[in-house]
């Protein structure tokens, strides 16, 4: 049987049932018990009487060393953490009238990002009569989704809220990138890391 932490596991004096169904060490059942025949049973061992179902009727106690199963525990956490791989958003902002070479610049800081495991946030910023043009906005997005199929996929169609249009983008799974790209990544992670 398992031991999940709860926000704050009572242990030994802490309890509050009058009986508890108890659990040795070895995870062998030694049946229901008064709580001062279960803590006795524990501090004979020199372990600690830990309530791990206290919703449970009577709740249910294991005996363990309560210390050694709070240090694995934070051990556990800490490792689990260290594998875990923290997606950020990253956007992106262009205008309506972008030149073709801004816009090869900008896809390719997309491409960097999307290389990384990041969502991207590509922004169309309109200002004052661009308003009534927002078929151009909408024209790039669909622009750089269409050349970033290989690689991406939009969350949803591109949206319109008040002077910016935005697209998500996220990774294919499976999706290989050029190595220039992933070589200038690794550049730059390695560049934040020092």
Same mark, same amino acid.
């Given at each position: 049987?398992?031991?999940?932490?709860?926000?704050?596991?009572?242990? +030994?004096?802490?309890?509050?049932?009058?009986?508890?169904?108890?659990?040795?060490?070895?995870?062998?059942? *030694?049946?229901?018990?008064?709580? +001062?025949? @279960?803590?006795?049973?524990?501090?004979?061992? =020199?372990?600690? *009487? &830990?309530? &791990?179902?206290?919703?449970?009727?009577?709740?249910?106690?294991?005996?363990?060393?309560?210390? %050694?199963?709070?240090?694995?525990?934070?051990?556990?956490?800490?490792?689990?953490?260290? $594998?875990?791989?923290?997606? %950020?958003?990253?956007?992106? %902002?262009?205008?309506? %009238?972008?030149?073709? /070479? =801004?816009?090869?610049?900008?896809?390719?800081? !997309?491409?960097?990002?999307?290389?990384?495991?990041?969502?991207?946030?590509?922004?169309?910023?309109?200002?004052?009569?661009?308003?009534? $043009?927002? /078929?151009?906005?909408? +024209?790039?997005?669909?622009?750089?989704?269409?050349?970033? @199929?290989?690689? @991406?996929?939009?969350?949803?169609?591109?949206? *319109?809220?008040?002077?910016?249009?935005?697209?998500? *983008? !996220?990774?294919?799974?499976?999706?290989?990138?050029?190595?220039?790209?992933?070589?200038?990544?690794?550049?730059?992670?390695? @560049? $934040?890391?020092?």
């Amino acid at each position: 049987m398992s031991v999940t932490p709860t926000v704050q596991q009572r242990v +030994n004096r802490e309890i509050r049932a009058r009986e508890v169904r108890v659990i040795d060490n070895d995870g062998n059942q *030694l049946g229901v018990m008064n709580l +001062n025949d @279960a803590i006795q049973a524990a501090w004979d061992r =020199d372990l600690d *009487l &830990v309530e &791990v179902a206290p919703t449970a009727v009577p709740p249910v106690c294991r005996i363990l060393d309560f210390g %050694k199963f709070k240090y694995s525990q934070a051990k556990k956490s800490q490792e689990s953490k260290k $594998h875990q791989r923290i997606i %950020k958003i990253k956007e992106i %902002k262009m205008r309506p %009238k972008i030149e073709g /070479h =801004d816009y090869d610049f900008k896809k390719g800081h !997309v491409m960097r990002f999307l290389s990384q495991g990041h969502r991207v946030k590509v922004t169309i910023m309109f200002r004052g009569r661009e308003m009534a $043009h927002t /078929h151009l906005g909408k +024209n790039i997005l669909d622009r750089l989704t269409a050349d970033l @199929a290989p690689y @991406a996929a939009p969350e949803n169609p591109p949206r *319109l809220e008040g002077r910016n249009m935005y697209v998500y *983008l !996220v990774v294919k799974p499976g999706a290989v990138f050029p190595d220039a790209v992933v070589h200038a990544a690794q550049q730059e992670e390695e @560049a $934040h890391d020092a």
